[in-house]
């Protein structure tokens, strides 16, 4: 059973960075579009930023411009580089997958990370 692990939420300043990863536990990891969502407290899970097999992006207008995702496929990751950070992007981060072409709709994925944490402070 494939599994998404992500890795490098925490605490930082407004203003800080952080880069959040998500490793496939499949070799196959090329053939998959990636997604990162983030809920916060009260709040529905939403888009931040996907990317397509083919390395195609697209990003929620909140974070673009802040915000990088970018994929490994030597090393089955995708990265979600932060930037700028906000006390509003506080929320769990969960990295998502699905076959090929990346989409904005939860839905459209059907493989879940366990979600890390990211605080901003201010």
């Known amino acids: 059973q494939v599994q998404l692990v992500e890795s490098g939420g925490g605490l930082v300043q407004a203003g800080g960075s952080l880069r959040l990863s998500c490793e496939a536990s499949?070799?196959?990891?090329?053939?998959?579009?990636m997604g990162w969502f983030r809920q916060a407290p009260g709040k529905e899970r939403e888009f931040v930023a996907a990317?397509?097999?083919?390395?195609?992006?697209t990003y929620h207008t909140d974070v673009k411009g802040r915000f990088t995702i970018s994929r490994e496929n030597a090393k089955n990751t995708v990265y979600l580089q932060m930037n700028s950070l906000k006390p509003e992007d506080t929320a769990v981060y969960y990295c998502?997958?699905?076959?090929?072409?990346?989409?904005?709709?939860?839905?459209?994925?059907?493989?879940w990370g366990q979600g890390t944490q990211v605080t901003v402070s201010s």
């Open positions: 499949r070799r196959t990891f090329g053939n998959y579009a």
């Open positions: 990317i397509s097999w083919r390395g195609d992006t």
């Open positions: 998502a997958a699905r076959d090929y072409a990346s989409d904005y709709d939860a839905r459209a994925y059907y493989l």
